[in-house]
């Protein structure tokens, strides 16, 4: 005989909800109104260190890590402009509410807590609806936030995700004005990792050469290389020459004109920022560059 959730008492239901793992939680809040509406008041659980968003052509992977670094996807979401009327439920999460593929953990999503899958129209209303959601359910853990895009197409699945910390880019070459056009809709993000080609160039005054900390591992615009203005720039496979480091050198090492450039010769040289006087340390092998710039 099955019983209803809701007719145990209050702290068996508290206790049950707090015990569950993530994928468990997140699959059981979507049952009902009354079930989302209890979740969300009463999880004490703190955690969730992060939340990851993995935009790519195949739809939104989420993955979540506890603070004990262990690491699981909880959803995969995607759409179709024909769905199976035999998986179809009626979900509503938050204001969506619209008849969806809903697949548990098994067969080809047996890693994820569960699939779901919508009309192609709808998408973008059930990713921030989801979004939504679980920034609500777990708000109590502050997790970070971050987004990776491994698409151009990405980008205009990309929803309203405030907060973000991180982004990542990869596979699909990126243009150096659409990680302009990324870090202006959402600032103050401490860092970014990109593996993927960099197309264009940067301005000086891009949004993106401001984040404190930059990882890339790809050929990519000089400007990234000469106009950094954050905290911590880790390059590799870079192609520069020469010319490049001596401007780099002399522009991070001098604040006026002076006939030469004296550099400590150890694994990492100090020099100086012309733009706000700050020292920071520079260092590169056969393989990458750093710049760790002290505060």
Known sequence: MAIKFNSFPYLIRKEIINQMCNQELIIFSFCSLKTQEFAMNHLTRKDVKAIRYLFSLSGLAIQMENKDENEEFVLMM????????????????????????????????????????????????MYQSVFDHL????????????????????????????????????????????????????????????????????????????????????????????????????????????????????????????DELVIDCRRYYQVKRASDQKIAAFGFDANSIQLCVFQ
């Open 78 to 125: 995607g759409s179709s402009s024909r769905l199976n009327r035999r998986k179809l439920a009626n979900i509503q999460i938050g204001e969506f509410q619209k008849p969806i593929e809903f697949e548990g953990p098994k067969g080809q999503f047996k890693d994820y807590g569960a699939s779901l899958c919508c009309r192609t129209r709808h998408e973008k209303m």
């Open 135 to 258: 920034s609500q359910l777990f708000r109590r853990s502050f997790p970070s936030i971050s987004v990776s895009l491994r698409s151009v197409r990405g980008f205009r699945k990309l929803i309203k995700v405030p907060g973000i910390s991180h982004s990542n880019f990869s596979k699909a070459p990126v243009h150096a004005k659409m990680l302009d056009w990324h870090f202006k809709k959402y600032p103050n993000q401490i860092s970014s990792f990109v593996s993927t080609e960099i197309k264009g160039e940067f301005s000086k005054n891009s949004a993106f050469l401001k984040v404190p900390t930059i990882v890339s591992r790809s050929s990519s615009p000089s400007g990234l290389f000469k106009h950094f203005k954050g905290r911590e720039l880790r390059l590799t496979n870079y192609q520069i020459d020469t010319d490049d480091v001596i401007e780099f050198l002399e522009k991070k090492d001098r604040s006026k004109e002076c």
